[in-house]
């Protein structure tokens, strides 16, 4: 079965509990992901960690969550598997309780790795899901699915500062109601998603001949390549935040771990207004221009950053996540339109392989950090935009490869 762009009204407004649905798993599942970084400046302490160990956990849970999705996408392409949102939120919530109750170090690693795991299962399917939700509004679609995610990652700095920081690293394991609330969810999800797809009318055939020429096999490769180095970069920058922007808010200003976890807030959740925005206008203006905007207009700001006091340094962040978050979804709509029927082949790739070089990227910082400082690493990663210079050379899609077929 496949879905156009042109679909019908019913069946679009049909699918909307869908999206919506998704949208919430997908909120608590990175709330959940997001506590991680989160508790970092209270685990540094406790076990007696360097900035080192701390991005390992990064890339552990990154990587985690990288080796597997591709191939849990590719599989899905061919055999749509919906209720396996519900095992990846298993394993979640068996990272989550070890996280919790972690008597070393190398526990730490094995939770952070299970909690990867659960989203290498989560995402490909999910991506899948909403697009084929979409009734062919697919910026509208990525851009709910993402305010999930976005907003989840959002909460994790917050409740940390209010809940965990309080009352210790066991309070983790309290968390654990909102993965149970995420697998029921789940279920129900896929059961009302398979109940409108088969309640959908057919679509006709596309008509001989009519299918829009596309870029050939090299062209497609090499932008792929390039769609997920500007990926790359945009997680890099994040890894900079999400790892260790708490230690630079409290290093260079002196204030609280409360209240530096509150900025991180801020700064993550300004990526759920980012994400949206950027779907629903990569659907009017085009996903190039989209991209665009996302790096031109976020560099003067992050090489300005490094030399702002303590209130534009929030005003900055907040401005320089807004922006960079509105290209996620028109990246990975491009690179669905440069392959179609291969959904879940691309969110992994896109959710998996470059977020496990941001985890890499959130290592090598870390060692950064350890040798030169944490004020020089912001410094160093104010030039990182600079990589979405490579834009340049993404072939521009045609108004007939954005309305090609998607299969499932």
Same mark, same amino acid.
């Given at each position: 079965?496949?879905?156009?762009?042109?679909?019908?009204?019913?069946?679009?407004?049909?699918?909307?509990?869908?999206?919506?649905?998704?949208?919430?798993?997908?909120?608590?599942?990175?709330?959940?992901?997001?506590?991680?970084?989160?508790?970092?400046?209270?685990?540094?302490?406790?076990?007696?960690?360097? /900035?080192?160990?701390? *991005? $390992? %956990?990064? @890339?552990?849970?990154?990587? &985690?969550?990288? !080796? #597997?999705?591709?191939?849990?996408?590719?599989?899905?392409?061919?055999?749509?598997?919906?209720?396996?949102?519900?095992?990846?939120?298993? /394993?979640?919530?068996? *990272? $989550? %309780?070890? @996280?919790?109750?972690?008597? &070393?170090?190398? !526990? #730490?690693?094995?939770?952070?790795?299970?909690?990867?795991?659960?989203?290498?299962?989560?995402?490909?399917?999910?991506?899948?899901?909403?697009?084929?939700?979409? *009734?062919?509004?697919?910026?509208?679609?990525?851009?709910?699915?993402?305010?999930?995610?976005?907003?989840?990652?959002?909460?994790?700095?917050?409740?940390?500062?209010?809940?965990?920081?309080?009352?210790?690293?066991?309070?983790?394991?309290?968390?654990?109601?909102?993965?149970?609330?995420?697998?029921?969810?789940?279920?129900?999800?896929?059961?009302?998603?398979?109940?409108?797809?088969?309640?959908?009318?057919?679509?006709?055939?596309?008509?001989?001949?009519?299918?829009?020429?596309?870029?050939?096999?090299?062209?497609?490769?090499?932008?792929?390549?390039?769609?997920?180095?500007?990926?790359?970069?945009?997680?890099?920058?994040?890894?900079?935040?999400?790892?260790?922007?708490?230690?630079?808010?409290?290093?260079?200003?002196?204030?609280?771990?409360?209240?530096?976890?509150?900025?991180?807030?801020?700064?993550?959740?300004?990526?759920?207004?980012?994400?949206?925005?950027?779907?629903?206008?990569?659907?009017?203006?085009?996903?190039?221009?989209?991209?665009?905007?996302?790096?031109?207009?976020?560099?003067?700001?992050?090489?300005?950053?490094?030399?702002?006091?303590?209130?534009?340094?929030?005003?900055?962040?907040?401005?320089?996540?807004?922006?960079?978050?509105?290209?996620?979804?028109?990246?990975?709509?491009?690179?669905?339109?440069?392959?179609?029927?291969?959904?879940?082949?691309?969110?992994?790739?896109?959710?998996?392989?470059?977020?496990?070089?941001?985890?890499?990227?959130?290592?090598?910082?870390?060692?950064?950090?350890?040798?030169?400082?944490?004020?020089?690493?912001?410094?160093?990663?104010?030039?990182?935009?600079?990589?979405?210079?490579?834009?340049?050379?993404?072939?521009?899609?045609?108004?007939?490869?954005?309305?090609?077929?998607?299969?499932?």
């Amino acid at each position: 079965m496949t879905v156009s762009a042109p679909t019908a009204s019913l069946p679009q407004r049909a699918m909307m509990p869908v999206l919506i649905a998704l949208s919430l798993t997908h909120l608590l599942n990175d709330m959940i992901q997001s506590l991680i970084p989160a508790i970092y400046p209270i685990i540094k302490e406790s076990y007696r960690l360097d /900035f080192g160990q701390i *991005g $390992l %956990i990064t @890339l552990t849970f990154q990587v &985690s969550a990288s !080796l #597997l999705q591709p191939a849990v996408g590719l599989y899905t392409d061919k055999h749509p598997m919906p209720y396996s949102m519900v095992v990846g939120m298993g /394993f979640t919530l068996a *990272g $989550l %309780i070890g @996280l919790s109750y972690a008597g &070393s170090y190398g !526990l #730490l690693l094995v939770s952070a790795a299970c909690v990867g795991i659960g989203s290498s299962i989560f995402h490909p399917e999910a991506t899948r899901m909403a697009r084929n939700a979409s *009734g062919g509004q697919h910026g509208l679609a990525q851009g709910i699915f993402q305010v999930g995610g976005q907003t989840g990652g959002a909460l994790g700095p917050l409740l940390a500062a209010f809940i965990i920081v309080p009352r210790g690293q066991g309070s983790l394991a309290w968390f654990s109601v909102a993965a149970l609330v995420a697998m029921m969810l789940m279920v129900w999800t896929a059961a009302s998603y398979a109940r409108l797809d088969r309640a959908r009318p057919p679509k006709p055939a596309a008509a001989a001949g009519a299918a829009p020429a596309r870029p050939g096999r090299r062209s497609v490769a090499f932008a792929i390549t390039i769609l997920i180095v500007l990926l790359f970069s945009k997680n890099a920058y994040t890894a900079s935040f999400t790892s260790f922007y708490t230690f630079y808010l409290i290093g260079k200003f002196g204030i609280s771990v409360q209240n530096s976890q509150v900025m991180l807030f801020l700064f993550l959740a300004s990526s759920a207004a980012g994400a949206l925005g950027g779907g629903m206008l990569g659907d009017r203006i085009g996903r190039n221009k989209i991209i665009w905007f996302s790096i031109l207009g976020a560099l003067p700001f992050t090489l300005i950053l490094p030399y702002a006091d303590l209130f534009w340094t929030g005003v900055l962040t907040i401005l320089i996540n807004l922006i960079m978050s509105s290209a996620f979804a028109a990246i990975l709509i491009y690179a669905l339109e440069l392959l179609p029927g291969r959904v879940g082949l691309v969110g992994g790739f896109f959710y998996g392989l470059s977020f496990g070089l941001g985890g890499l990227a959130a290592a090598m910082l870390g060692a950064f950090a350890d040798i030169l400082g944490i004020e020089a690493v912001y410094k160093i990663c104010s030039f990182i935009p600079l990589v979405g210079l490579l834009a340049w050379f993404l072939p521009r899609l045609s108004e007939g490869t954005r309305g090609a077929k998607v299969g499932h």
